[in-house]
């Protein structure tokens, strides 16, 4: 059952000062608003986009009815990442407990070959695969939301796709954070299409913008559903409109795409469940590594953000995404050793060279032997019903803005998910992660992703619904932010708000946020071997997430680090 009945309520906003656990070694400096309602809450990137898909939820409408409303709003309002010429992936948890999980990534066309981005002398050319039309993958995103209004929906496309178009017509508001990003692209917009776009102008906080393209083109997939966007007249568009720029997608890649119903990955950390999303995404396998292998330790006695803490986190990190490297891939297309890689004395063996005393070097460091036998430009939304059903969904374009490449007569940007391939073996994408032959480029494959939309149990009840943008950091944000709850007794806003650090095997580096961390604690993990990274203004991820209270009412976590907006009632 995916309804029963609910009584009205009031939503609540307390302003509460920004605070950690007593032996947090990091200070933060951010105050946030913490959310919390009674009966429904969607957490996403805008303002806008959270609100419609709460509207939809007040008109009676599921979390998957408000799903496909949200999603569809991000295209509009915040097309850095949200789409239509992308994809994603999605984990749900029914009320009555059911989960599962929809895979709608981008595919490689079926032109593609293993060797499409190497010279003449073997070598890779990342700007093909990250700009342009022969960096796009076939978009999933329209497929996606077709599959889960046909599985799960309750209203009509027609009704969930009019918000968006609405929007889309009398125009969103440019935020600050928005203008500084679109100024920074305009060279390459200007570049990369050859001509002025919609985007390619100076903005300004409090702009509005109007996109009547996309609500043309969202008019006609309302009017004439699927088929429209996959092989119909927008689909036709697309096509001729990538044959002008040199691509080599065709309208048999859109005819023959479908989104896929997954099996989670699934496990239990202590006394929570975790359910995340499974290949052609790495994050539910390596989320699921680096939890098993820290249950062994005593976290909170370790101290939240303290150097043991750190090192821990870091050297589970690396051997989890060193496993990644070599053995993740399409499963469609490869065999993954599931079971054997979030085996409990399988992640003790690799954790065997770890010591407190000193770094371990990830030259030394490859992926496990197994018997017998892998953005900074994502968004995430979660939202929870009034029915008790909860979603987590992450899409993306994978850059920023994608390919850059923007269909004026269809009104969207295109992905660049092909540079998520290995383009070569040993050799790094965009995000500095190195792929193996598990990972190649092959007609209609999915490219490997790190997107970890996350759903948590507790006493076999719903807990969290989380997830987050940011490239390779996307499964090391969802990590501490789910440690900061469950280990450090932070709230649903302080877990996301707390400052992060990263590790992914190679580069064999720490990243750290600019703010929340002490010289003396960096200064510490330097003599200790590690390599310490700290940028200007560097941000991981953007978490979004909804924790349910012992009271049962629930509570949002929207990231400062963007424009993220928690609604709920």
Not at 65 to 76: R, S, Y
Not at 176 to 205: C, G, H, T, Y
Not at 259 to 267: D, G
Not at 421 to 441: D, H, Q, R, W, Y
């Amino acid at each position: 059952m995916l309804k029963f009945s609910w009584s009205c309520v009031i939503f609540i906003t307390l302003s509460i000062g920004q605070s950690c656990s007593k032996k947090d070694t990091a200070q933060h400096t951010h105050s946030s608003k913490t959310t919390i309602a009674d009966s429904a809450m969607v957490v996403s990137a805008r303002k806008e986009a959270s609100e419609i898909g709460l509207q939809i939820l007040k008109d009676g409408g599921n979390a998957f009815d408000a799903m496909v409303a949200t999603e569809m709003a991000l295209a509009v309002c915040y097309p850095f990442a949200g789409n239509l010429g992308g994809g994603g992936f999605m984990v749900y948890r029914t009320n009555d407990g059911a989960t599962g999980a929809l895979d709608y990534r981008e595919k490689a066309p079926l032109e593609a070959s293993k060797t499409m981005y190497l010279d003449k002398n073997g070598e890779p050319n990342p700007k093909l695969s990250r700009e342009g039309s022969l960096a796009v993958g076939v978009p999933g995103t329209v497929a996606g939301m077709f599959q889960v209004n046909e599985k799960f929906g309750t209203l009509s496309m027609a009704k969930l796709l009019k918000p968006s178009i609405d929007l889309a017509k009398r125009g969103f508001m440019i935020t600050a954070k928005q203008a500084n990003m679109l100024n920074r692209f305009q060279e390459n917009f200007l570049e990369i299409n050859k001509d002025s776009i919609l985007f390619s102008r100076q903005f300004a906080k409090g702009d509005t913008l109007k996109n009547y393209a996309l609500a043309n083109t969202l008019e006609r997939i309302s009017e004439n559903g699927l088929s429209e966007f996959y092989g119909g007249h927008s689909g036709q568009i697309l096509i001729e409109f990538l044959s002008d720029y040199g691509g080599i997608m065709s309208l048999k890649d859109l005819e023959e795409y479908h989104a896929v119903w997954r099996q989670p990955i699934e496990f239990d950390y202590k006394n929570l469940k975790v359910i995340s999303m499974p290949p052609p995404s790495s994050g539910g396998i390596v989320l699921g590594q680096i939890l098993k292998t820290l249950e062994a330790y005593d976290l909170k006695q370790l101290g939240h953000n303290s150097i043991k803490y750190i090192q821990l986190l870091t050297e589970a990190e690396r051997r989890a995404y060193a496993d990644r490297s070599f053995y993740l891939g399409d499963p469609d297309f490869v065999d993954i050793p599931v079971d054997s890689l979030l085996d409990s004395e399988y992640l003790k063996q690799r954790m065997i060279s770890f010591s407190f005393e000193e770094a371990t070097n990830s030259k030394d460091i490859e992926h496990g032997e197994i018997t017998g036998y892998e953005n900074d430009e994502t968004t995430h939304y979660s939202i929870v019903d009034q029915y008790g059903n909860a979603i987590a969904a992450t899409t993306t374009l994978n850059g920023a803005y994608g390919s850059k490449l923007y269909s004026s007569e269809l009104g969207f940007f295109l992905n660049n998910e092909m540079d998520d391939f290995s383009t070569k073996p040993g050799v790094p994408n965009m995000f500095g992660l190195i792929g193996a032959e598990a990972n190649a480029i092959a007609p209609g494959k999915r490219m490997l992703s790190s997107m970890t939309p996350t759903i948590v149990e507790k006493d076999g009840d719903f807990w969290m619904s989380v997830g987050t943008p940011g490239g390779s950091t996307i499964i090391t944000s969802v990590l501490q932010t789910i440690l900061n709850v469950s280990e450090f007794n932070m709230s649903m806003q302080e877990a996301v708000d707390a400052p992060r650090f990263h590790h992914q095997w190679k580069p064999d580096e720490i990243t750290f946020e600019t703010i929340g961390f002490k010289s003396k604690l960096l200064d510490s993990l330097s003599k200790r071997g590690y390599k310490v990274i700290q940028q200007d203004s560097k941000i991981l991820g953007k978490v979004d997430g909804i924790l349910r209270l012992p009271n049962q009412k629930l509570e949002g976590g929207a990231d400062h680090r963007g424009d993220d907006t928690a609604v709920g009632f």
